[in-house]
């Protein structure tokens, strides 16, 4: 599968975007797929994830109530709603993929993901 990240910008405090993740290849429905962010100086880091069967989603507790993931299977994609949006939200924003359903501590970490996409930056000025 090929993942294509985009809809970063820049954005006031308290404001919202929806960044999107195109997936071509194999349905993405047969993936689990996360959004991960990583900041200047800082680790990649979970934000938020979608099991395959789209019925569990996964929150970070730092995006838990301002960010909503989902997906469309019809359109092959995968979204992050994101809003009340802070200066430390700021990063650059990846989606990722892997086939199966891994345990929710491995889900959140970068190694369990075999897809990546090439990453947004999003912005969040006070």
């Known amino acids: 599968v090929q993942l294509q990240a985009s809809g970063g910008g820049l954005v006031q405090v308290g404001g919202c975007l929806r960044l999107?993740?195109?997936?071509?290849?194999?349905?993405?429905?047969?993936?689990?797929v996360s959004w991960f962010r990583q900041a200047p100086g800082k680790e990649r880091e979970f934000v938020a994830g979608?099991?395959?069967?789209?019925?569990?989603?996964h929150y970070a507790d730092s995006v838990n109530g301002r960010f909503t993931i989902s997906r469309d299977d019809a359109k092959n994609t995968l979204y992050l709603q994101m809003n009340s949006l802070k200066p430390e939200d700021t990063a650059v924003y990846y989606c990722?993929?892997?086939?199966?359903?891994?345990?929710?501590?491995?889900?959140?970490?970068?190694?369990?993901?075999?897809?990546w996409g090439q990453g947004t930056l999003v912005t969040v000025s006070s």
């Open positions: 990722a993929a892997r086939v199966g359903n891994p345990a929710l501590s491995y889900l959140k970490t970068t190694e369990a993901y075999d897809y």
């Open positions: 999107s993740c195109a997936s071509s290849g194999r349905a993405i429905t047969s993936y689990t």
């Open positions: 979608v099991r395959f069967n789209a019925r569990v989603t």
